[in-house]
């Protein structure tokens, strides 16, 4: 009796280590699991911080480069903006380096063109001006970018002079939007963002 109830023992042992040992590897696999995907949250998350600070500084050198066109003789004639980034370039590079202004008719005052536009200039892999957007090169225009940022000024309204004769002269109240985007790395989804700017000039 005692050595069939020691197999039974032995046996049953031999179960409980299998059922743990089952059981532990179970928790190691699950364990990996959540830490592969915090790895990979915290990665998108900082891939999307990334994305975000390299929008905002597109965003800002934009503001920054069209509040310093308002005080030069050259803002009279592209106040209203150009028809393209390329020409709008061209023109003010003696004034002030990589800003492009568009005219009113290319303002992106929907989600859906802002959409459109975001796919398309991230389409751009070059620096240069493109049609309708401009790539971010940094407050020194020497930053290097994976896929480099890219934005845009567009005329939101004509300028409200108190005269025909004022508005000639650059005169006047005038509002512009600029919008930016960036994607970092390999994520989804751009960041996109807006600002409006109010120039008075007397």
Known sequence: MKPSSA???????LLVALVMLLLLTLLA???????TLQN?????????KRAYNAAESALREAE???????????????????????????????????LCILSEEHDLDTQAKVQSWAKTALQTLTELPA????GYQGFDGQSRYRLAPRWVVTVIAA???????AAYKGSGSYYY??????????????????????????
């Open 7 to 13: 197999r039974h023992q032995g046996g049953a042992v």
């Open 131 to 134: 049609d309708t957007s401009l």
């Open 177 to 202: 939007r600029v919008t930016a985007v960036a994607r970092s790395g390999g994520a989804r989804f751009p960041v996109i963002l807006q600002s409006i700017v109010k120039l008075e000039v007397q």
């Open 64 to 98: 920054r480069r069209l509040s310093v066109l308002r005080g030069t003789a050259a803002f009279a004639s592209a106040s209203a903006g150009f028809d393209s980034c390329k020409t709008s370039a061209t023109t003010l590079a003696a004034t002030t380096a990589n």
């Open 40 to 48: 990979r949250v915290g990665g998108n998350v900082s891939e999307q």
């Open 159 to 165: 300028s409200s002079s108190p005269s025909l004769a």
């Open 29 to 35: 696999i699950t364990s990996m699991r959540e830490t």
